[in-house]
């Protein structure tokens, strides 16, 4: 049950990460066609986009991470054998847990900060920082229990072939 709402959780995000993009791409071409008929475009059209772009990356990675999908350079992995593939690909992974853990520690402190402040962004309207901020803890949360799966689990991160696999 857990792990059907995990994965569930996981799709969501990586769901509104995906309609995040088609808002950018239709924000960036109605701020263009503005433009290009002389008028101003408005400022909140130029700022979601810019919260977009955090949240399609935020909300996203963990699929990403789960899917193989995020860059990785298997260079240096296709040119060993399998066993000291298999520990270089989970020390690697394991690096991915801490470095994740420790942006989700500094993330929450940040949400944390401005939540005790009352920090709110005023560009285009007032908007409260912390739900900006909540991204940074819970997508590096997600990717280290992805990347664990990696250090943990049967499945390992790198393939072990060299070049573009698609």
Not at 4 to 21: E, H
Not at 111 to 121: C, K, Q, V
Not at 128 to 144: D, E, K, N, Q, V
């Amino acid at each position: 049950m857990i792990t059907k709402a995990y994965t569930t959780l996981l799709y969501a995000m990586a769901f509104i990460a995906g309609l995040t993009l088609v808002w950018l791409m239709i924000s960036v071409i109605a701020s263009v066609l503005m433009r290009n008929a002389g008028l101003q475009p408005f400022a909140w059209l130029f700022t979601s986009a810019e919260y977009g772009l955090l949240y399609m990356t935020m909300l996203g990675a963990p699929w990403l991470v789960r899917e193989k999908g995020h860059v990785h350079i298997e260079l240096v992995t296709s040119a060993l054998p399998d066993r000291p593939r298999r520990v270089v690909s989970r020390l690697v992974a394991a690096a991915c847990v801490i470095v994740c853990l420790i942006l989700a520690w500094k993330g929450t402190d940040l949400f944390l900060t401005n939540i005790e402040r009352g920090d709110y962004d005023t560009r285009a309207y007032y908007f409260p920082r912390w739900m900006l901020t909540i991204a940074f803890p819970l997508s590096f949360g997600l990717m280290a229990i992805e990347f664990s799966r990696f250090v943990f689990g049967s499945e390992l991160m790198h393939t072990g072939e060299a070049g573009i696999h698609e």
